[in-house]
């Protein structure tokens, strides 16, 4: 079947998800929310969106749920292969420039994925957006899914480069929330990791919970 | 009919001989014994590599032929029979800009020895082949900005060395620097070592060319300077070591 041109676009960006990302001073914020949909089906409530490539290096999903499952698999594969071969530890941007790799050399099949990279540089903490085909975009705030031009307007409202972690989980919160109200595809829960010094962390229910109840607290 | 007992066994390379070697690979060694002097070292400032050249009547002295750049952070210097290595030296730029398509990164260097490595052994192990007549010395700079040289000899094992000596009085000139050399020498210093090393291991007093490849460590650019280069330095290690 030839998929016409708008038929084909509307199939591209059908990925209903919002997802976030936010460059710290001293680290990232990745958030996204929790909704799986197969059309107006919600096929899963707690689906999984951002996940631990390395200790130091964070992707998020968005799109057609088994073509983002085999695209972790394969940058997985391919990190491991790669900090055994050359006895050193992946960074963000190298991360990011093999998927873009993949995502190109398969632009006649793509994998209808918009992917979020974020991690630790040699120059400091930083994020990666990724779409189906491969173009590699480096911004301070990004935000992908049916969610993102929702996400996106709170970002760039209230983003400032001297942001810290513990402000920008606050931020990446209540665009999450923000997307989560008005877009039907993004809904259900959140979740939101941190990398910082420390590595990886994915914050707990308690504490998702606490930053929600501040962020309430907050607008009234 | 076969007199001597090892006979057969320097034939095909990938038979071993009772005794457990691989002649051709042994040949291979030998002519790399026989090579005009590379060599690579470690210094303060980066990685300086530097080769004897002899120039018949005529020859543009602008052309390298035992010294290359391989990528902007890494150069090499062979030694033995120089074709071989030519090709193994196209074969490492291709995965250096490999490299840097894939992971938007400069190689290291020991990633780039070890492939070559790969090579070298793969052709010690195939019928209808014969080794790759060269050793090779990979000196660069890695991504992290740390200084590296690695030796790959015609078996395929790679070594990691600080001082790294290859070619015909390999033994004599390592001993000269091992007189001299110090972990924390600067780039120019080593120039002139290296120079006087060249000319006491070779006892040649008139004309010694040699080529320097120089690799910064903080600009992590190599950069191959020019043969008339080297008469400043050879005239400076005739001074300072006392060679008439």
């Known amino acids: 079947m030839v998929l016409l041109p708008d038929k084909r676009d509307e199939l591209i960006y059908k990925t209903g998800t919002t997802t976030v990302a936010v460059k710290c001073k001293d680290g990232v914020v990745i958030g996204a929310d929790t909704r799986v949909t197969a059309g107006y089906y919600i096929a899963h409530k707690h689906g999984k969106k951002i996940h631990k490539i390395t200790p130091n290096i964070a992707l998020?999903?968005?799109?057609?749920?088994?073509?983002?499952?085999?695209?972790?698999?394969?940058?997985?594969?391919?990190?491991?292969?790669?900090?055994?071969?050359?006895?050193?530890?992946?960074?963000?941007?190298?991360?990011?420039?093999?998927?873009?790799?993949?995502?190109?050399n398969n632009r006649l099949f793509p994998y209808i994925t918009e992917l979020i990279v974020a991690g630790k540089d040699a120059d400091g903490y930083n994020i990666y957006r990724l779409d189906p085909l491969g173009s590699l975009i480096s911004d301070d705030i990004t935000a992908t899914g049916s969610g993102s031009p929702i996400a996106i307007g709170i970002l760039e409202s209230e983003y400032s480069k001297e942001i810290t972690v513990d402000e920008g989980k606050m931020l990446v919160a209540k665009a999450l929330t923000a997307a989560m109200k008005r877009d039907v595809a993004s809904g259900d829960d959140i979740d939101i990791a941190i990398i910082t010094k420390d590595g990886y962390y994915e914050l707990s229910k308690e504490e998702k919970n606490n930053l929600i109840k501040d962020l309430e607290k907050r607008e009234t | 009919m076969?007199?001597?007992?090892?006979?057969?066994?320097?034939?095909?390379?990938?038979?071993?001989?009772?005794?457990?070697?691989?002649?051709?690979?042994?040949?291979?060694?030998?002519?790399?014994?026989?090579?005009?002097?590379?060599?690579?070292?470690?210094?303060?400032?980066?990685?300086?590599?530097?080769?004897?050249?002899y120039l018949t009547d005529f020859q543009d002295e602008n052309f390298s032929r035992k010294l290359f750049i391989v990528d902007m952070n890494m150069g090499a210097a062979v030694a033995g029979y120089v074709p071989d290595g030519r090709i193994l030296i196209d074969y490492a730029r291709e995965m250096c800009q490999y490299q840097r398509l894939l992971y938007d990164e400069p190689a290291n260097v020991e990633v780039i020895a070890k492939r070559i490595g790969d090579i070298k052994q793969s052709y010690t192990q195939h019928g209808g082949v014969r080794p790759f007549g060269v050793s090779i010395i990979f000196g660069g700079v890695d991504p992290d900005k740390t200084p590296h040289v690695f030796v790959t000899d015609p078996s395929g094992s790679y070594i990691k060395y600080y001082v790294a000596v290859i070619g015909a009085r390999a033994e004599e000139t390592r001993k000269i620097l091992k007189e001299n050399y110090t972990k924390d020498i600067s780039t120019e210093d080593a120039m002139v070592l290296v120079a006087a090393a060249i000319l006491k291991a070779t006892g040649i007093k008139e004309d010694l060319k040699i080529r320097y490849l120089v690799i910064n460590k903080e600009d992590m650019k190599a950069e191959l300077l020019p043969l008339e280069a080297s008469i400043e330095y050879i005239n400076r290690a005739k001074e300072k070591f006392g060679i008439e």
């Open chain 2, 2 to 53: 076969f007199p001597p007992s090892q006979m057969g066994y320097d034939r095909a390379i990938t038979v071993f001989s009772p005794d457990g070697r691989l002649f051709q690979v042994e040949y291979a060694t030998e002519t790399v014994r026989r090579g005009t002097l590379s060599m690579g070292l470690i210094t303060k400032d980066g990685v300086l590599l530097a080769a004897e050249e």
């Open chain 1, 60 to 104: 998020t999903i968005a799109g057609v749920v088994a073509d983002a499952q085999a695209i972790i698999d394969i940058v997985k594969y391919n990190i491991n292969l790669y900090e055994l071969r050359i006895h050193k530890k992946m960074t963000a941007k190298s991360a990011a420039r093999l998927l873009s790799v993949i995502l190109f």
